[in-house]
C-alpha cells in the first residue's frame, strides 16, 4: 500500500468515526436527561413518605386517645 491508499481509508473511516461521537455525546445528554427525572421522581417519592409518616403518627395518637377513653369507661363500669 502507497501513502495515498492509505490516507483513502483513513478518510474514508472519518464519517463513522464522527457519527459514532455524535451518537456517544446524544447519548450521554439523554442520560443526563433522565438522571434529573430520578432525582425529582426521588425528591417527590421523600416528600411523600414524610407526609405519610406525619399521617401515620397522627392516626396512632388517635388511637391512643381511644383507647384511653375506653380504658377509663371500662374501669367506671367495673366500679
Same mark, same amino acid.
Given at each position: 500500500?502507497?501513502?495515498?491508499?492509505?490516507?483513502?481509508?483513513?478518510?474514508?473511516?472519518?464519517?463513522?468515526?464522527?457519527?459514532?461521537?455524535i451518537g456517544i455525546l446524544l447519548n450521554n445528554g439523554r442520560l443526563n436527561d433522565l438522571t434529573g427525572y430520578v432525582r425529582s421522581l @426521588?425528591? !417527590? +417519592? $421523600?416528600?411523600?413518605?414524610?407526609? =405519610?409518616?406525619?399521617?401515620?403518627?397522627?392516626?396512632?395518637?388517635?388511637?391512643?386517645?381511644? @383507647?384511653? !377513653? +375506653? $380504658?377509663?369507661?371500662?374501669?367506671? =363500669?367495673?366500679?
Open positions: 500500500m502507497d501513502h495515498n491508499q492509505m490516507l483513502v481509508l483513513a478518510l474514508a473511516n472519518v464519517p463513522t468515526i464522527l457519527t459514532v461521537l @426521588d425528591t !417527590r +417519592l $421523600t416528600n411523600l413518605d414524610n407526609k =405519610l409518616d406525619t399521617r401515620f403518627d397522627l392516626l396512632l395518637s388517635k388511637v391512643v386517645d381511644v @383507647d384511653n !377513653r +375506653l $380504658t377509663r369507661i371500662e374501669a367506671q =363500669l367495673h366500679n
